[in-house]
């Protein structure tokens, strides 16, 4: 596709349950990074992804976080045992430059509510 | 203390207004600066770059000032369409945001 495609749009939990984000980068596309934003916040890093490898996973909160890319395209963030702190707006970003500074497209997000 | 450090908002200004949203960032290694629009309940957008010599598109303007660690931006005969929220953002390997600016134009 043309943009940076994230499902689900929305996506409501229960707190305990398991949730997969997923995210379709644009075609190509090297580097492949995940934010997490809660409400009245900017955007926080959470992981960055050169292809398949994972570069850069110092922004995942806790153990219960886990992203993979594992063929250098589609990414998912996986959440285990959700908590109502993990209510936010995750969003993907992709670019076609590694370790970029430029070129970021980002995605429309997947707003997440835990309850 | 946030590494991204932005004006707490609300702005709420007139149309016609010339608005200046103020940052700072903490880290000396900070490469590249950007000034983001996010509108409501949508993703981040580049809005423009931010040099040391200073750039202007249209009725924007931002300036960096890499020994005060600070960068500005300024909208001069603000317009509706600019209700949005600012966000500031250096790269270190990765976008680094501050907490965003919320700006109001008013009629």
């Known amino acids: 596709g043309a943009g940076v495609s994230q499902s689900p749009r929305y996506k409501v939990a229960k707190r305990g349950q398991d949730v997969a984000l997923r995210c379709d980068p644009i075609?190509?596309?090297?580097?492949l990074f995940w934010y997490q934003q809660a409400l009245g916040q900017g955007p926080e890093f959470l992981t960055y992804?050169?292809?398949?490898?994972?570069?850069?996973k110092s922004g995942l909160p806790s153990d219960r976080f886990f992203a993979e890319r594992p063929e250098g395209s589609v990414s998912t963030l996986k959440i285990q045992r959700t908590q109502q702190e993990d209510s936010a707006v995750y969003l993907c970003?992709?670019?076609?430059?590694?370790?970029?500074?430029?070129?970021?497209?980002f995605g429309s997000g997947t707003r997440l509510t835990v309850v | 203390r946030k590494e991204v450090e932005q004006d707490p908002g609300p702005f709420n200004v007139p149309e016609g207004a010339t608005v200046a949203f103020n940052c700072t960032y903490s880290?000396?290694?900070?490469?590249?600066f950007f000034w983001y629009r996010q509108d409501c309940r949508k993703e981040p957008k580049l809005l423009m770059s931010?040099?040391?010599s200073g750039n202007e598109d249209g009725r924007f303007t931002a300036q960096l000032n890499r020994a005060s660690q600070y960068i500005s931006l300024l909208i001069r005969d603000s317009k509706l369409s600019d209700s949005a929220t600012y966000l500031c953002?250096?790269?270190?390997?990765?976008?680094?945001f501050g907490q965003g600016t919320e700006l109001s134009v008013k009629p």
């Open positions: 970003a992709s670019s076609s430059n590694s370790g970029a500074s430029y070129g970021y497209t």
């Open positions: 075609s190509g596309h090297v580097s």
């Open positions: 992804f050169q292809n398949e490898a994972q570069l850069d």
């Open positions: 880290n000396s290694a900070s490469q590249s």
């Open positions: 931010v040099y040391s």
């Open positions: 953002v250096v790269t270190r390997g990765k976008l680094i």
